[in-house]
Every structure is written in C-alpha cells, then in structure tokens.
C-alpha cells in the first residue's frame, strides 16, 4: 500500500513558479513510477509527467515540455513538480500517483492515488 498526500497549490500569476510536493508512506516508495497529472473543471484528467524509481528517466507531456521538471527524493519519500512559466491553461487540480510499471500516462492504470492540490494561475 502507498498513501499518496500533495502539497504546494495555490494562486500564482501567469509567468510564475510553482513547486508541488507528494508525500508517500509505504516502504516501498522507490520501487514505483511515481506520475503527476492534472484536471481542470469540466475536463478529463490528462497526464503531465512521469519519473521513474531511479529517478534518472523522465516524460513530459508536450504542453509541459521545457516548463516544468518532474525529481524525487527516495529518501525522503517525496516527488516535486516544479513548474515554470506558468500560464493560465495550467491551471487545474493537480494529482500525484504511483504505479509499478514505467511507462503508464493513461490515468485509471495507476495504482495508488493522492486526493489532489488546487493551482490557479491568473493571467
């Protein structure tokens, strides 16, 4: 089991930075892919970006590419999303997720799941 909790939402404006967290319990936090992906009202939820166990293998979705840098610390649980250059299409509640295969970007494929961190970007 993997519990999953986001943090580092809020209100930015367009052209800033934002850097969400995810914390996960369960001791076998660096054996999974660990996801980010987004939802924003009225809209599917889409992937953004994938890292593996290692760490040293990521993906981006397109509209993400160059923007924001997907890393994680093993040791201490967690995986980041920095997001640059923000803009107002990003925004969106934002999902951290955990799978055990590499390379999952469809959505219902992954295991585990946080409950989500709102980020708005004002233009």
């Known amino acids: 089991q993997v519990q999953l909790v986001e943090s580092g939402g809020g209100l930015v404006q367009a052209g800033g930075s934002l850097r969400l967290s995810c914390a996960a319990s369960g001791r076998t936090f660096s054996s999974y892919t660990m996801g980010w992906f987004r939802q924003a009202p009225g809209k599917e939820r889409e992937f953004v970006a994938a890292i593996k166990w290692s760490g040293r293998i990521t993906y981006y979705a397109d509209s993400v590419k160059g923007r924001f840098t997907i890393s994680r610390d093993n040791a201490k649980n967690t995986v980041y999303l920095q997001m640059n250059s923000l803009k107002s299409e990003d925004t969106a509640d934002y999902y951290c997720?955990?799978?055990?295969?590499?390379?999952?970007?469809?959505?219902?494929?992954?295991?585990?799941w946080g409950q989500g961190t709102q980020v708005t970007v004002s233009s």
């Open positions: 997720a955990a799978d055990s295969r590499w390379l999952v970007v469809i959505p219902d494929e992954y295991d585990y």
